[in-house]
């Protein structure tokens, strides 16, 4: 095996070239400014030229190490899956899932029992996130995004896809202003889903209202919400009406706790994909809690449910 560098220092390198900063990447590493610095000698020893250069007070790469780095971030990561690989059989009873809050209370932690009952030796843990996990870091191994696919570098299956339908309590079909028609939307409030998707292809309220021909409505008034699950619970409330994704509105349609007042769906350009790096692919748990996923999608997007109340 060839000699290599100590891997202290090629970590405390990786992080000062990211920071361009000594005091920095000591933060992050949560060492001395001068344990980084004695680290970076280190290596500049080993290797026998600098990686370092200071210019005008600021601290820059030589071309040398620029060009490194690409590589040694993929070796770091290849790194990180093999003791992941090595540790497989120590962690094979449990399943670490990634999900939005709202997937999660909303679809998946409903319908798991089901997993147990089948796979009673897999533990899932469920983390609940808005921010994309980063399987290089987080101790993940599959996770279940909601967006247009291609995530470049991990292993991709499209699960299910999804519609955005307005719902609302069966109370609001009845009583001094019921709904029966789009244009009575003039009497009820309108409840927002402010969540963070970046979906272009998702309708707003004013989008819908105008596709609807609705006139004399403000698509603007109304609470909004941040999740889209807590816009369902207000819709389930019979706070307003919602524009709702289907599938996470799905399980209280069935239960009649809403009902869609008018057939107007729109598809999202989004779906909802199972990614995971490529070295859980071998995994026992993932393989059958991906094979478990999929017969649930099956079922839920055969749902006779997903019907007008009208």
Not at 74 to 81: I, V
Not at 236 to 246: D, I
């Amino acid at each position: 095996m060839k000699r290599l560098p100590p891997l202290n220092a090629l970590r405390v390198f990786e992080a000062a070239a990211r920071h361009l900063s000594f005091t920095k990447a000591a933060e992050e590493l949560h060492v001395t400014p001068g344990a980084v610095s004695q680290q970076i000698k280190a290596l500049e020893e080993f290797i026998g030229t600098p990686v370092f250069r200071r210019h005008k007070r600021a601290l820059l790469l030589t071309d040398e190490a620029q060009a490194s780095l690409p590589v040694l971030r993929e070796g770091f990561d290849k790194l990180a899956d093999a003791a992941r690989l090595l540790a497989a059989r120590a962690d094979s009873g449990r399943l670490t899932v990634s999900a939005a809050p709202s997937l999660a209370a909303k679809w998946l932690v409903p319908r798991l029992d089901r997993f147990h009952e089948r796979h009673p030796d897999i533990d899932v843990w469920i983390s609940a996130d808005m921010e994309v996990v980063d399987f290089s870091i987080d101790d993940v191994d599959v996770a279940i995004r909601y967006g247009p696919g291609g995530y470049a570098g991990l292993v991709v299956e499209h699960l299910m896809t999804e519609t955005i339908v307005p719902v609302c309590s069966p109370r609001l079909l009845t009583g001094e202003h019921p709904l029966k028609t789009p244009q009575d939307l003039v009497h009820h409030t309108l409840l927002h889903d402010g969540s963070p998707d970046k979906d272009d292809s998702s309708p707003t309220w004013p989008m819908w209202l105008k596709a609807a021909g609705v006139k004399g409505v403000d698509g603007a008034r109304g609470p909004k919400f941040n999740q889209s699950s807590l816009v369902i619970e207000a819709a389930v409330a019979g706070r307003g009406v919602a524009l709702a994704k289907s599938q996470l509105a799905l399980a209280d349609l069935e239960a009649a706790r809403l009902v869609i007042p008018f057939d107007m769906t729109t598809p999202s350009a989004f779906a909802y994909y199972i990614v995971h790096p490529a070295s859980r692919s071998s995994s026992p748990a993932v393989k059958a809690f991906k094979a478990w996923l999929h017969e649930e999608a099956e079922a839920s997007s055969g749902s006779p449910s997903l019907t007008a109340a009208n």
